[in-house]
């Protein structure tokens, strides 16, 4: 494994540490109710007045769109994807990076078939044939990390490359979004 795949391993490993320890409480006697995900302001106990109505606030909700994106760091390689392997549904944030010694791409399909049963055309997944919810242009080996933005909802995906050539020889990984 290289340094820089050694350092997003390292850094992967600190965050869940961060998440595991932020989740965890002193006291493991009882579990926690999770916090609702909208409020309802309080309502007055006083009458109201003559005329006046007495229906509460409507609930408030943050919209998916302001919510912040759940990262997935993928690493592209001779011949494989390296990363989570799940995450939850909403807004994903895929940050790429080539670890490799060739140009590589992703890309992001939802699918039932298996991993190896894409359509395929001229060396490639054939993409008229797919729907592609995410995709990265060719990242250069040692070239700067792409980010990309994709809504997926519950279901598997299969994320690849689509260099010529490289699908057939195993590149792609299973996502499964809960």
Known sequence: MTLRGNALVLTGLLMLGGVLAACSSGDNTSASAPAPAASVAATSTV?????????????TATPAADAPAEIVGLSLAEFGISGTGSVAAGRVTFEVSNSGM????LRVVKSDLAPDALPQKDGMVDE??????????????????????AELTAG????FCNVVGHYQLGMVKELIVQ
């Open 156 to 159: 598997r995906y299969l994320m």
């Open 47 to 59: 009458a109201p007045a003559a005329g006046a109505s007495t229906a509460a606030p409507a609930a």
């Open 128 to 149: 008229s044939r797919v729907d592609v919810l995410a995709k990265t242009e060719d990242i250069q080996q040692g070239g700067d990390d792409v980010e990309v933005d």
């Open 102 to 105: 060739s140009p590589h791409n």
